[in-house]
């Protein structure tokens, strides 16, 4: 192509999902990692019409290593799912690793390297001993300055949560009343973890973890795999009548250490990466029909709803209290259980995401189904939010 | 005074900011200053986040500040677990720079954001090994 004709066609070519997949979350000692990886490739491939392996230009893995006793991860996963010799790396960027790998396919496509891309999002956490998790656990944040205080992964919400409190008002019921919505919709959701509903009382009278912070404010480590085909418009009819356009991209950074964030009641990278996905989509966060959002602790998902925009800064315990984000409210948010519900699977989490707003956008979503919905957004934080990934799709 | 005695467990003894546990085994609680452009951290830092000059001095800071954000830790992870529950807080440091500690002797209900802390250097005494650490005290 001449260089104008090739920058027209990166600027201008759609990239679409044209097939997704979803293994069953929680404990799944039944599975290698590999196994686990193979349930949602197939189905992916079976969900989009006329499309074979073969037609696959490469894989994308995203997970993060450090869970797994096998090294070097998409070496086991492709060979195992029959992709070799095709093109196949990982991608990671911790809690958010899933939505990296589909930002990765989706800029292999539209440089035109590649035209057809799988990524599959598949996290065992549950191969390593007790010991090694609490080790783990121990090293989630800055090691120089702040692990050496013993900081956990629940501590680092409870340190936003606390200060959410004391600026905002926020309160512990609120807080409990995220996981109870999540709970309500996860029970009508066959691929989650936890498919029963809990009552508020039960989530605010359970054991802290992390005051505020209690057991039932924080998702589980669970086991499990997703899968999204993707490829450009050129070809996305061809594989499916109901393409799922990915219209706006956003990722962003923020410091890893609290020490040296702006402030404690908000995540910089999850407003960033959002103003770029709405710029980018050329949409307002009103037009947000239904989202996947970050839940890995309560407070997360009240951060999530200010930080995206569904509700004014520091109004996101009443946004959940006058149930905006239930479906018939202003925005559905985690129509599908969300981490809560779900579990979180680290790599798999955000392709999970995307796989459940393509099926609100088809239509496909049964019990959970946000009637009309077009536009949808998914929301993939890592980490204690030094990176997010804001996907906005269209049908 | 090596870097790998800062810390109840210590994950990084090699620093260029290593000095640091030098001077808290001292009971001073140091930070650096950029020597180009003068900006001021703490955390330590080698190189100047804002003019990525590499060349620093170190400052003494006061330990006042002010209480961000706390929390109880009940399930810790290893090397831990002996002490918890624990509590830990964020401060805003007067001389600017944020520091994470546990909460020293301020009773339970006494801790609220906001309030006014100290920062004072510490020696575990129970721990054979030398080990430095700071907590978040009432001033």
Same mark, same amino acid.
């Given at each position: 192509?001449?260089?104008?004709?090739?920058?027209?066609?990166?600027?201008?070519?759609?990239?679409?999902?044209?097939?997704?997949?979803?293994?069953?979350?929680?404990?799944?000692?039944?599975?290698?990692?590999q196994?686990?990886a193979f349930?949602?490739f197939k189905? =992916?491939?079976?969900?989009?019409?006329?499309?074979?392996r073969?037609? %696959? $230009? #490469?894989l994308? *893995?995203? /997970?993060?290593?450090?869970?797994?006793?096998?090294?070097?991860?998409?070496?086991?996963v492709a060979e195992y799912v029959g992709m070799n010799?095709?093109?196949?790396?990982?991608?990671?960027?911790?809690?958010?690793?899933?939505?990296?790998?589909?930002?990765?396919?989706?800029?292999?496509?539209?440089?035109?390297?590649?035209?057809?891309?799988a990524?599959i999002?598949?996290?065992?956490?549950?191969?390593?001993?007790?010991?090694?998790?609490?080790?783990?656990?121990?090293?989630?944040?800055?090691?120089?300055?702040?692990?050496?205080?013993?900081?956990?992964?629940?501590?680092?919400?409870?340190?936003?949560?606390?200060?959410?409190?004391?600026?905002?008002?926020?309160?512990?019921?609120?807080?409990?009343?995220?996981?109870?919505?999540?709970?309500?919709?996860?029970?009508?959701?066959?691929? =989650?973890?936890?498919?029963?509903?809990?009552?508020?009382?039960?989530? %605010? $009278? #359970?054991?802290? *973890?992390? /005051?505020?912070?209690?057991?039932?404010?924080?998702?589980?480590?669970?086991?499990?795999?997703?899968c999204?085909?993707?490829?450009?418009?050129?070809?996305?009819?061809?594989?499916?009548?109901?393409?799922?356009?990915?219209?706006?991209?956003?990722?962003?950074?923020?410091?890893?250490?609290?020490?040296?964030?702006?402030?404690?009641?908000?995540?910089?990278?999850?407003?960033?990466?959002?103003?770029?996905?709405?710029?980018?989509?050329?949409?307002?966060?009103?037009?947000?029909?239904?989202?996947?959002?970050?839940?890995?602790?309560?407070?997360?998902?009240?951060?999530?709803?200010?930080?995206?925009?569904?509700?004014?800064?520091?109004?996101?315990?009443?946004?959940?209290?006058?149930?905006?984000?239930?479906?018939?409210?202003?925005?559905?948010?985690?129509?599908?259980?969300?981490?809560?519900?779900?579990?979180?699977?680290?790599?798999?989490?955000?392709?999970?995401?995307?796989?459940?707003?393509?099926?609100?956008?088809?239509?496909?979503?049964?019990?959970?189904?946000?009637?009309?919905?077009?536009?949808?957004?998914?929301?993939?934080?890592?980490?204690?939010?030094?990176?997010?990934?804001?996907?906005?799709?269209?049908? | 005074?090596?870097?790998?005695?800062?810390?109840?467990?210590?994950?990084?003894?090699?620093?260029?900011?290593?000095?640091?546990?030098?001077?808290?085994?001292?009971?001073?609680?140091?930070?650096?200053?950029?020597?180009?452009?003068?900006?001021?951290?703490?955390?330590?830092?080698?190189?100047?986040?804002?003019?990525?000059?590499?060349?620093?001095?170190?400052?003494?800071?006061?330990?006042?500040?002010?209480?961000?954000?706390?929390?109880?830790?009940?399930?810790?992870?290893?090397?831990?677990?002996?002490?918890?529950?624990?509590?830990?807080?964020?401060?805003?440091?007067?001389?600017?720079?944020?520091?994470?500690?546990?909460?020293?002797?301020?009773?339970?209900?006494?801790?609220?954001?906001?309030?006014?802390?100290?920062?004072?250097?510490?020696?575990?005494?129970?721990?054979?090994?030398?080990?430095?650490?700071?907590?978040?005290?009432?001033?």
């Amino acid at each position: 192509m001449e260089a104008n004709t090739y920058n027209k066609w990166v600027k201008q070519v759609k990239i679409g999902i044209v097939g997704i997949g979803h293994g069953k979350f929680g404990n799944r000692s039944d599975a290698t990692v590999q196994e686990l990886a193979f349930e949602p490739f197939k189905q =992916a491939i079976e969900d989009a019409k006329n499309l074979g392996r073969e037609d %696959i $230009d #490469s894989l994308v *893995v995203g /997970s993060v290593p450090e869970y797994h006793m096998q090294r070097s991860l998409p070496g086991v996963v492709a060979e195992y799912v029959g992709m070799n010799p095709k093109s196949v790396w990982l991608t990671e960027a911790a809690c958010a690793s899933g939505s990296a790998a589909i930002r990765t396919a989706y800029m292999s496509i539209k440089s035109g390297m590649h035209d057809i891309v799988a990524v599959i999002g598949v996290q065992k956490m549950r191969e390593l001993s007790t010991e090694e998790i609490l080790a783990l656990m121990g090293r989630v944040g800055d090691v120089q300055w702040e692990s050496i205080f013993g900081t956990t992964f629940p501590g680092y919400y409870a340190l936003y949560a606390n200060r959410h409190m004391h600026e905002f008002g926020t309160t512990k019921e609120q807080m409990a009343l995220v996981a109870v919505k999540n709970h309500y919709y996860g029970s009508m959701n066959p691929y =989650a973890f936890f498919q029963k509903e809990v009552t508020k009382e039960r989530v %605010i $009278d #359970s054991e802290d *973890v992390a /005051s505020p912070v209690s057991v039932f404010d924080c998702c589980a480590n669970a086991d499990g795999a997703a899968c999204v085909i993707l490829t450009n418009e050129k070809l996305a009819k061809k594989f499916n009548d109901t393409p799922i356009w990915l219209e706006g991209m956003g990722s962003a950074s923020a410091q890893m250490s609290l020490l040296r964030r702006p402030n404690l009641v908000e995540i910089p990278s999850a407003v960033e990466a959002a103003k770029q996905a709405y710029e980018q989509a050329k949409v307002k966060p009103s037009d947000i029909q239904v989202a996947d959002v970050h839940d890995c602790f309560t407070i997360a998902e009240i951060m999530a709803y200010e930080n995206l925009g569904f509700c004014e800064k520091g109004k996101g315990g009443r946004f959940i209290e006058e149930k905006q984000s239930y479906i018939g409210g202003k925005t559905p948010v985690n129509v599908d259980g969300g981490l809560k519900a779900k579990g979180h699977p680290v790599g798999a989490t955000g392709v999970s995401m995307t796989t459940e707003i393509v099926k609100q956008l088809r239509g496909e979503a049964g019990k959970r189904q946000v009637n009309g919905a077009e536009i949808g957004l998914t929301h993939n934080v890592g980490g204690i939010g030094q990176y997010t990934f804001v996907q906005i799709l269209r049908r | 005074m090596p870097f790998k005695y800062f810390g109840k467990t210590n994950f990084t003894p090699y620093t260029k900011v290593d000095k640091f546990a030098d001077y808290l085994h001292k009971g001073k609680l140091m930070g650096t200053k950029c020597k180009k452009c003068g900006e001021i951290y703490f955390p330590p830092r080698a190189d100047c986040l804002k003019c990525m000059d590499d060349s620093f001095e170190w400052i003494e800071f006061s330990g006042k500040g002010t209480l961000n954000s706390f929390t109880t830790i009940h399930a810790a992870p290893k090397g831990f677990d002996d002490i918890a529950p624990y509590t830990i807080g964020i401060v805003d440091l007067k001389e600017g720079g944020r520091l994470l500690a546990w909460i020293g002797d301020i009773p339970k209900d006494e801790i609220k954001n906001d309030m006014s802390v100290k920062v004072i250097p510490r020696i575990f005494e129970e721990i054979p090994e030398i080990k430095l650490y700071y907590t978040i005290e009432k001033p």
